[in-house]
């Protein structure tokens, strides 16, 4: 299977950082990459598709990047709203999808 | 709108097996696939299995191979997830999640059912 590795496992930031979490595919998975956003007690919610493909009704300050084995979530200006745990998630093989350790944004 | 309602928590004893449902609503129930997707307390997001809706072909994660089997009523637009042999390491929210074809991120998440394995 796929092995996806998240870094950092905990960031602190302010308000109006900008913040880079990567993920990292243990072999190609070409674009096939998404990230999510979860909240506490919360369903997740995906931001971005495809690697770099934004989904409706996400705030653009969210961005994705990268292809093959090495991608990343940046958001311009951390806002107090984005303070949760992100998830990248590959979706090359639809029989073997497999999520990242996730990265948990907290208030610096 | 566009949703995904499951069932509400469950309690089991070890050995015994539970069965959630998610019930679409707000669109074509055969045009999208569902996976299930599940979170044990305070850890990460595991991938268990998905199923076709249109003709409920499953594909299964090889953890769960033989323990889990995944199921549809396309009359009621409701699939459904059985996990059999619980043990306390099952003790997890689950969570249905809809993929648009074979190649898809899950846009439209279920509001995840707790799922308790204790003696």
């Known amino acids: 299977d796929i092995q996806m590795t998240q870094s950092p496992s905990t960031l602190s930031a302010s308000v109006g950082d900008r913040v880079t979490i990567t993920c990292r595919a243990s072999?190609?998975?070409?674009?096939?990459l998404a990230w999510y956003q979860q909240k506490p007690g919360k369903a997740p919610k995906l931001l971005i598709y495809?690697?770099?493909s934004l989904e409706s009704g996400v705030p653009s300050r969210f961005s994705g990047s990268g292809s093959g084995t090495e991608f990343t979530l940046t958001i311009s200006s951390l806002q107090p709203d984005d303070f949760a745990t992100y998830y990248c998630?590959?979706?090359?093989?639809?029989?073997?999808?497999?999520f990242g350790g996730g990265t948990k944004v907290e208030i610096k | 709108q566009v949703q995904l309602v499951q069932s509400g928590a469950e309690v089991k004893k070890p050995g015994a097996s539970v069965k959630v449902s998610c019930k679409a609503s707000g669109y074509t129930f055969t045009s999208y696939y569902m996976h299930w997707v599940r979170q044990a307390p305070g850890q990460g997001l595991e991938w268990m299995g998905i199923?076709?809706?249109?003709?409920?072909?499953?594909s299964y994660a090889q953890k769960f191979q033989g323990r889990v089997t995944m199921t549809r009523d396309t009359s009621t637009s409701t699939v459904y997830m059985e996990l059999s042999s619980l043990r306390s390491e099952d003790t997890a929210v689950y969570y249905c999640a809809r993929g648009p074809g074979t190649k898809g991120a899950f846009d439209i998440w279920g509001q995840g059912t707790m799922v308790t394995v204790s003696s």
């Open positions: 495809k690697a770099s």
């Open positions: 072999q190609s998975i070409s674009s096939w």
């Open positions: 998630q590959q979706y090359n093989s639809y029989s073997k999808l497999t």
């Open positions: 199923i076709n809706p249109s003709g409920g072909s499953t």
